[in-house]
């Protein structure tokens, strides 16, 4: 359940009758849904375990005066009427609280179960509940129920509307487009044979106009087009339609006025354009646009139309009746209103599906190719391409850059999906079709796949579940029994989003034959502010097939585990079972969600992004409590909270701005800038960690420099590293205090704190003297850093570092870095799990203590989350179908991922010890610069910049 962002209240009069009307629709035995509340003792939420009579009684026991907490049952309340006349309602305490739910419900209830209750509904986090603060909460909850209790596997009509287009004269419709602007809505189909026909939005005919043919063909003022087009699509800063033909031409209709009516003709294409695709920036109008052509030959055509205001191309001086025709190699003349480029051999095939992902610059294309079935190409040519390869090749996909999904079909009669920046393997096969898919679409409100056979069968697909949810076979009159319908190349027009309009209900256009049907789709669009309100979210979002993650943490008192994504959205995983609790969407609008940390009482999340804003959410109910004044614009890339609530946060501005987020009421939280850090870092901080043993706090930076600041001063204490005049320092990838070791006035002295650099792993004393305790290369090979780093709080006996390749390792530290290294080469700890978790870079590791064993938490780009045993086992990943259940290991995910310490060989020891000789040698206390100069290890060590430098 996923609460608004403002509370919802009842007048007291009507609640009994809405809590036993809500009782009796909902709890005897009508279909539930599912609820934000869940708690593994007990496994019902509030709706199920409170009756009318225990509403009843707890609203005599919250209205009427505290005398011991006595609950009267049929007595009215004496002071319900002051009250309701407005004075102020008295709150309940947590402990309060579970006397009175015990003295209602029963003394056996779970305290754990009180308690969850009591912070659902203190959504604030004020430490209080009211009467009225309960009321909110369970209508919220029981009109949340009801809602999600309707089924939603009827996604599309039963009957859908077909109309027969006579104008195309027996031949199919290739595509059907939408165009919305200037309203109404309107649609535009084109026919094999060249016939361009406009709908109104019930599908009846406005007016209809053929392509022109070729000059020399003319007879009694009339060309007819003796070709077959193979794709046409929509210029909505033009007012005109694309059409590509077999001719090798394209054909530029103007739709913009009552009539339609050819206006240019571009011919000479030395192979046929097969697939179009075109953009401009909806915003700015006047903006450069981009025209896409694939071609038979595997090719990609790319025009850059430079004014759109002034139109495509430069006019004829005189008007003709005819339409303008343009050489492909005289394009040049037109060089001040539009650019040509040309990528050949792009596919080993003819191109089906051109796509283009602006924000990236990236073309998308497809081809039936075994070898080049799909490829992203970015048209800088900066960066090398990821080809996916489809046995049978590609004949359609779809891409959806909001769930970092793509799905491709083909004649292999399977839909495929596959991630982002994955092309190995695919994230699932779906298998149902009896014949060749001849086109797929993304419908992203409710995450589900629409797939259309050449026996035009429709089939609705589950992304999260991977289900077949409903199957719909459309019975055209075209069909004949025997013999299979003829389609066009692109048979989809899927609308949910842009051009509709905003009382247009989504909908789906199919193209068989002559024959149009019309299906409508339930509305599932989503209001502003980043709330999911969809029932079945938690069954089909999942994070492995979901956005890529920047951050994860581990809430310990709510035994929760928090993912944030670049796509600015949190979601709340129960960490004993998997499932999903609560999900933000635009947490910072378009913005990338860059760090997250936890307040003291682990119940508020805070937020940073990638523009310097900073938010405050409620972790229970997903609301927004504060938000952060920022300081800049730049990037925020850490946290640290005190014990006293105050935030610390770091980032590109280079400095350490403090906010009070303790007991501040105001929605906007001013930044305090006491803190001296002004002009200390010279570069962008990329990290912050604290140490409340030691009072306190270590920043990195990008140049490498990593500082020790008092807590109580607010202000630098000394450099532990910092980069030289002669040679700049690798960027400090993250930062890990052992607090059981700070916390030990026997081990404090000692290494403390570790630090990642280049693969490098530094154990670093903060306190007296600062020397280096140890040092050692984790990562074997070069260019791989360890990115995130962690370690069990109670003893700090193993750290897990995760590095860029996915892979973990896990090193016995309980005997290391606690003396300062007298050898000439720095002896790496025992390596005792080393294993390839994800295929992306890991992004966030830490050590759970859960159910009196260790787990690890593994966050990747990849866009996946999971929980691991210490021994390298997969607990699983969060979001999977099937659950887990932390206190019974069977239900574990076993051999999943195996082992790379397993089967080492002689040649990889080897290597590994070669690795540990690459490692420069620490400090030696005592040493004179001379003997410095004359050492090897000074020379290493001069050459990575480590400085101990005091700051005054």
């Not at 690890?856 to 990849?862: M, Q, R, T």
Request: hydrophobic share 35%; proline share 5%; aromatic share 8%.
């Amino acid at each position: 359940m996923v609460l608004p962002q403002r509370e919802v209240t009842v007048e007291k009069p009507h609640l009994l009758t809405f809590y036993w009307f809500s009782f009796n629709s909902l709890l005897p035995g009508a279909t539930r849904g599912r609820s934000c509340f869940c708690d593994a003792a007990s496994g019902v939420s509030p709706a199920e375990k409170l009756t009318t009579t225990h509403l009843q009684l707890l609203r005599n026991v919250f209205t009427c005066p505290r005398d011991g907490a006595q609950v009267h049952q049929n007595r009215p309340c004496e002071r319900r009427r002051e009250n309701r006349g407005g004075k102020e309602e008295q709150g309940m305490k947590l402990e309060e609280f579970r006397e009175v739910v015990k003295s209602v419900v029963g003394s056996d209830i779970e305290d754990s179960w009180i308690e969850r209750f009591f912070n659902e509904v203190d959504c604030c986090c004020s430490g209080e509940m009211s009467w009225q603060k309960l009321v909110s909460y369970l209508q919220l909850e029981y009109t949340e129920r009801e809602r999600s209790s309707i089924p939603r596997s009827a996604l599309l009509d039963t009957k859908p509307q077909i109309i027969h287009c006579l104008h195309n004269k027996r031949q199919p419709t290739v595509r059907v487009l939408a165009v919305s602007h200037p309203p109404p809505l309107r649609y535009i189909s084109v026919s094999k044979g060249g016939q361009v026909t406009v709908w109104n939005s019930s599908l009846h005919i406005l007016k209809s106009a053929g392509l022109a043919g070729d000059l020399t063909e003319e007879v009694a003022n009339t060309r007819r087009f003796r070709g077959w087009t193979t794709d046409a699509v929509y210029m909505g800063n033009f007012h005109k339609v694309a059409i590509a033909t077999d001719c090798r031409d394209l054909h530029f209709v103007d739709i913009s006025t009552a009539s339609v009516f050819e206006d240019v003709q571009l011919f000479g294409f030395r192979s046929v354009p097969t697939a179009l695709c075109y953009w401009h920036d909806a915003q700015h109008l006047e903006q450069p646009s981009l025209l896409l052509l694939g071609d038979e030959k595997g090719g990609i055509h790319l025009m850059r139309f430079l004014s759109p205001p002034k139109g495509l191309f430069k006019s004829r001086y005189k008007r003709e009746k005819h339409p303008q025709r343009i050489f492909l190699p005289d394009l040049h003349e037109h060089s001040d209103m539009v650019t040509y480029s040309h990528f050949p051999n792009v596919h080993k095939e003819p191109i089906n599906r051109v796509m283009f992902e602006p924000r990236t610059n990236v073309v998308m294309a497809s081809s039936e190719s075994d070898d080049t079935s799909v490829v992203f190409m970015n048209i800088s040519l900066k960066q090398e391409p990821y080809i996916w390869k489809v046995k049978q090749g590609s004949k359609c996909f779809d891409y959806s850059e909001s769930l970092q999904l793509m799905a491709t079909g083909g004649c292999d009669r399977t839909i495929t999906l596959w991630t982002r920046f994955v092309t190995s393997s695919p994230v699932a096969t779906l298998r149902g079709h009896k014949n060749p898919v001849l086109d797929v679409a993304i419908y992203e409100p409710v995450e589900q796949i629409l797939s259309y056979s050449r026996d035009a069968e429709l089939r609705v697909w589950d992304i999260s579940s991977h289900q077949c949810l409903k199957i719909l076979r459309l019975h055209f009159p075209c069909l004949q029994p025997g013999r299979l319908l003829e389609h066009g190349n692109f048979p989809f027009l899927l609308l949910h989003r842009s051009p509709l309009l905003q009382h247009d209900q989504p909908h789906l256009i199919i193209a068989c034959k002559d024959y149009l049907a019309l299906l409508h789709l339930c509305d599932t669009r989503r209001g502003a502010g980043g709330w999911l309100t969809d029932e079945g979210e938690e069954r089909r979002q999942s994070v492995d097939s979901g956005p890529a993650l920047s951050c994860a943490l581990y809430n310990s008192t709510l035994r929760q585990v928090v993912s944030g994504h670049v796509d600015s959205s949190v979601c709340v995983w129960d960490v004993e079972t998997g499932r999903k609790r609560l999900k933000i969407e635009n947490a910072h609008g378009e913005e990338e969600l860059t760090c997250m940390t936890l307040d003291s009482s682990h119940r508020r999340l805070i937020t940073g992004a990638s523009n310097g804003t900073i938010k405050v959410w409620n972790l229970l109910n997903g609301l927004n409590l504060h938000k952060l004044e920022p300081v800049t614009q730049s990037e925020v890339s850490g946290f640290t909270c005190l014990h006293d609530n105050q935030l610390l946060a770091v980032g590109g501005s280079q400095w350490i701005i403090q906010y009070n987020i303790s007991a501040t009421k105001d929605l906007y939280v001013r930044a305090d800038m006491t803190w001296k850090s002004s002009r200390v870092h010279k570069s962008d901080i990329l990290g912050v960690c604290q140490c409340s043993a030691l009072g306190v706090i270590a920043t990195a930076s990008y140049d490498g420099e990593v500082i020790i600041w008092k807590l109580e001063t607010q202000g630098p204490l000394f450099h532990l590293q910092r980069k030289t005049e002669r040679e700049a320092l690798p960027p400090v990838d993250c930062l890990l205090f052992l607090q059981h070791r700070a916390g030990n006035r026997k081990l404090r002295n000692r290494g403390v704190l570790v630090s990642s650099q280049a693969g490098t792993l530094r154990f670093w004393s903060v306190t007296g003297q600062t020397y280096i305790y140890g040092q050692f290369l984790a990562s074997e090979e070069p260019g791989d850093h360890v990115l995130s780093l962690s370690s069990d709080q109670l003893e700090n006996t193993i750290l897990v570092c995760g590095d860029k390749t996915g892979r973990i390792q896990i090193w016995d530290i309980s005997k290391y870095g606690l003396e300062i290294p007298n050898t000439g080469v720095c002896e790496h700890p025992p390596l005792l799990q080393c294993w390839r978790a994800h295929r992306g870079a890991i992004v966030s590791v830490e050590v759970l203590d859960v159910a009196d064993r260790l787990f690890v938490l593994i966050a990747s780009a990849d866009g996946s989350a999971g929980l691991w045993t210490v021994d390298g086992d997969q607990v699983g990943s969060f979001g999977q179908e099937v659950k887990w259940n932390i206190y019974q290991p069977a239900t574990y995910k076993r051999g999943t991922q195996k082992k790379l310490t397993e089967g080492r060989t002689e040649s990889e020891d080897v290597r590994r010890s070669e690795v540990k000789d690459r490692v420069p040698e620490p400090v030696k206390e005592g040493q004179t610069s001379e003997e410095k100069c004359c050492s090897k290890a000074h020379y290493e060590e001069k050459s990575q910049g480590i400085l101990h430098i005091p700051l005054l």
